[in-house]
């Protein structure tokens, strides 16, 4: 789920998908922990999934305005 994506929830929607994530970032701890997960990699992708919404809620929380970063063309400086 990119950035992007979770800004264009509401906090009702927000809270939903955390609640969702949390819970099988835990089923999957479990897995993990009895030897039965087979893709460890969805743990990295749920953990970040969660941070991802807790910096959208913060930011709203904190009535933050982000504004989208463009890329900008790296310099370099040729001697």
Do not use: C, H
């Amino acid at each position: 789920m990119k950035i992007a994506e979770v800004r264009g929830l509401s906090d009702a929607e927000l809270a939903a998908k955390k609640a969702e994530a949390r819970q099988e970032y835990f089923n999957l701890r479990l897995q993990q922990q009895t030897g039965q997960l087979e893709k460890p990699s969805r743990l990295d992708y749920l953990r970040k999934t969660v941070a991802k919404i807790e910096t959208v809620l913060s930011e709203r929380r904190l009535s933050l305005k982000v504004t989208s970063r463009t890329p900008q063309a790296k310099t370099e400086n040729k001697k």
